[in-house]
């Protein structure tokens, strides 16, 4: 099974941008589509973005246009790069495949975005 691990997260401005990083454990090549997830207190969590193994890619309305999802197979890692942060997208953040591995989810990394 792989192992996910989440970092970049911070305390950020409205408007202000971050690199979230996903390492997996081990290759993810054979993995078609990764994505990024988010949950938000009180809320469940959501699909946020995707990128196929061929480097298609997928967002959620509410980031289209702001975040930009990539993944680096040899590295095996995916990023997410956030852009024009507001509040509402605080939340804490996950990547896993699409659909989900149910062992992979890691601690995620908590993005905090003030008014």
């Known amino acids: 099974q792989v192992q996910l691990v989440e970092s970049g997260g911070g305390l950020v401005q409205a408007g202000g941008s971050l690199r979230l990083s996903c390492a997996a454990s081990r290759s993810i090549s054979w993995i078609n589509v990764m994505g990024w997830y988010r949950q938000a207190p009180g809320k469940q969590r959501e699909l946020v973005a995707t990128?196929?193994?061929?480097?298609?890619?997928n967002y959620a309305d509410f980031v289209k246009g702001r975040f930009t999802i990539s993944r680096d197979n040899a590295k095996n890692a995916v990023y997410l790069k956030m852009n024009s942060l507001q509040p509402e997208d605080t939340a804490v953040y996950y990547c896993?495949?699409?659909?989900?591995?149910?062992?992979?989810w890691g601690q995620g990394t908590q993005v905090t975005v003030s008014s």
């Open positions: 990128i196929t193994s061929g480097g298609t890619t």
């Open positions: 896993n495949s699409d659909p989900v591995l149910a062992r992979s």
